[in-house]
C-alpha cells in the first residue's frame, strides 16, 4: 500500500515537471498545427484628401493652384495571419486583419491561393470569421483548447507571418493572464513573450498540445517580448454568432466604478468585492428592474463579481432577452433582482466605466438656480466653487466644477443641508459622495478631516 503511494506520487511529481520544464522540441506540435495556419492578404480603397492649404486664397498666391482639387483614391494593401477552425473553409483571424477590406486572399501551407468573404466580425473583441470555397475538399483544423486551465509560465507558440515571413514559428512562455489593455469594454488579454510582430494578427497562439488557447492581436512597442492574444474561451463564446453574421450581446444600462477601501468603509463593506453602479440610464433595463445608483453588485446568477470588468464581460457574455438575478447590497442589506437584458449597441461600445474626475486646485459650495438644474436634466445637487489645496475631498479627487447630488445617502437639496449633514459627520468617519462632471457620474469617499 505504501509502495504503491509513493509510487503515484513519483508519477504525479513527474509529469507536473514536465509538464512545466523545457522540452526536448516544439517539432511536433509545430508539425501538428503548421498546415491549418493560414496567411492572409488584404486590400481596400482609401481616399486621400486635397491639400486643405491650396483652398485657402494666400498660399494660392505664392503656389497657384485653383484650390477645391477632388480626392484622390489610392489601394492599401494588408497582411495578417488568421488559422481554420473548421475544415470546411472557416478561418478566424482579427477583426483589424480585414477590416474595411474589398478583397481577401488567404494563402495555405500548400501555396494554394483562395479568395474569402467576410461572414462575421466582432470590433469589441477584435474578432473575425472569413469564409473560404474550398472545392469540397476538406481541410486541416486546429483545436481549440480551454484558455481559462491555462496557466502563467507554461510553454506556448505562435505561428503567424511577421512581417511577411510566411508561417515562422516562436516560442516563450505565457506572461500573465487577464490583461486590460484599455482597447475595450472586453479587455482580457493572454501576455506572452513569444515573439509577435506586425503580420502575426489573427494567428494562433498554441499550447503542447497544439490547441489553441489565444489569437494574436497586438504588441506593446514600449519593451520587448510583450506580445498579447485574445483567450480562445472569448471566440469559443462567440463561434456560433458570427457563422450567423451578427454578434449580439446583453445591455444593462449602467455606470460602474470599482471599490476602493475609501468606499468600501463608506458603504459599511467587508472588502472591496463587487461592482458600485454610480448611474443608471433612464429607460435601459436596470433603470426597469429599479437598480439604483449607490447599489452594490456582488452576484450575477450564481457568478460571484470581484469587480466592474467582470461584471460588464458577464452582461456581455449574455444574449438580448435574456433575464439574470442580480444580488445587490443596498443600505446594508442584500437584496435580489431580475433584469431582462436588451442589446448592446454599437454607439454604447466604449468601457462603461468612467474615467474619474481631475484634481483641481483650491470646499466652497453654491447652490444651483432652476435653471441650471433644468440644463443639467438634476432635480437635486449643489455645485462645487472650489476645493482646499491638499484636503481630503481633494486628494480624493473632488474639483471645482463637480456638482455634488448625494451625500452618505442623502440626496443634497441645498448648501445648507450640506453644511449640515457634513458637519454632523465626526472626524475620522468616512464620508461618501456621489458627483456629476463632464466625464459622467462617480462616487467618492474620504476621511473627514
Known amino acids: 500500500m505504501q509502495k504503491s503511494l509513493i509510487l503515484a506520487m513519483f508519477v504525479f511529481l513527474l509529469s507536473a515537471v514536465q509538464a512545466y520544464a523545457a522540452p526536448e522540441s516544439f517539432v511536433p506540435v509545430v508539425k501538428a498545427t503548421r498546415d491549418a495556419v493560414v496567411h492572409i492578404n488584404t486590400t481596400a480603397t482609401a481616399t486621400r484628401t486635397a491639400n486643405p492649404f491650396m483652398d485657402d486664397d494666400f498660399f494660392r498666391q505664392f503656389f497657384g493652384g485653383g484650390g477645391g482639387m477632388p480626392p484622390q483614391q489610392y489601394k492599401v494593401r494588408g497582411a495578417g495571419t488568421g488559422f481554420i477552425v473548421d475544415s470546411v473553409g472557416f478561418v478566424i483571424t482579427n477583426n483589424h486583419v480585414i477590416n474595411n477590406a474589398e478583397e481577401i486572399i488567404v494563402k495555405a501551407s500548400d501555396n494554394k491561393e483562395y479568395k474569402a468573404t467576410l461572414v462575421g466580425s466582432d470590433p469589441l473583441t477584435d474578432l473575425a470569421l472569413i469564409k473560404i470555397d474550398t472545392k469540397g475538399a476538406k481541410l486541416k483544423a486546429l483545436p481549440l483548447g480551454d484558455s481559462d486551465m491555462s496557466e502563467i509560465g507554461e510553454w506556448v507558440i505562435a505561428i503567424g507571418n511577421p512581417v511577411g515571413y510566411e508561417w515562422t514559428v516562436t516560442a516563450g512562455i505565457i506572461s500573465a ?137 458577464y452582461i456581455g457574455s449574455k444574449q438580448p432577452g435574456q433575464t439574470i438575478k442580480m444580488t445587490l447590497i443596498r443600505d446594508g442589506k442584500t437584496i435580489t433582482k431580475n433584469v431582462k437584458l436588451a442589446e448592446r449597441q454599437t454607439a454604447n461600445s466604449g468601457n462603461p466605466v468612467q474615467t474619474p474626475p481631475s484634481t483641481s486646485t483650491p470646499l466652497k459650495v453654491r447652490d444651483l438656480n432652476q435653471n441650471e438644474k433644468d440644463r443639467l436634466g438634476i432635480k437635486v445637487g449643489i455645485l462645487v466653487t472650489g476645493v482646499m489645496n491638499d484636503s481630503a475631498p481633494a486628494k480624493a479627487g473632488i474639483a471645482t466644477g463637480d456638482i455634488i447630488t448625494w451625500m452618505n445617502r442623502v440626496d443634497i437639496t441645498s448648501v445648507k443641508q450640506f453644511s449640515d449633514l457634513y458637519n454632523s459627520v465626526k472626524p475620522g468617519a468616512s464620508v461618501s459622495i456621489r458627483i456629476i462632471n463632464q466625464n459622467g457620474v462617480r462616487f467618492i469617499a474620504f476621511p473627514k478631516e
Do not use: C, H
Open 177 to 313: 493572464k487577464g490583461r486590460n489593455l484599455g482597447t475595450g469594454p472586453y479587455d482580457n488579454f493572454i501576455q506572452t513573450d513569444a515573439a509577435i510582430n506586425p503580420g502575426n494578427s489573427g494567428g494562433p497562439l498554441l499550447n503542447m498540445k497544439g490547441e489553441v488557447i489565444g489569437i494574436n492581436t497586438l504588441i506593446s512597442t514600449a519593451g520587448q517580448g510583450l506580445g498579447f492574444a485574445v483567450p480562445v474561451n472569448m471566440l469559443k463564446e462567440l463561434l456560433t454568432q458570427l457563422k450567423s453574421g451578427k454578434v449580439q450581446r446583453g445591455w444593462l444600462g449602467v455606470t460602474l466604478q470599482d471599490i476602493n477601501e475609501s468606499l468600501a468603509q463608506s458603504f459599511g463593506l467587508p472588502d472591496t468585492k463587487g461592482a458600485l453602479i454610480a448611474d443608471v440610464i433612464k429607460g435601459d433595463p436596470a433603470d426597469k428592474a429599479g437598480l439604483l445608483p449607490g447599489d452594490i453588485v456582488k452576484q450575477t446568477d450564481d457568478k460571484n463579481i470581484e469587480n466592474t470588468r467582470e461584471l460588464t464581460q
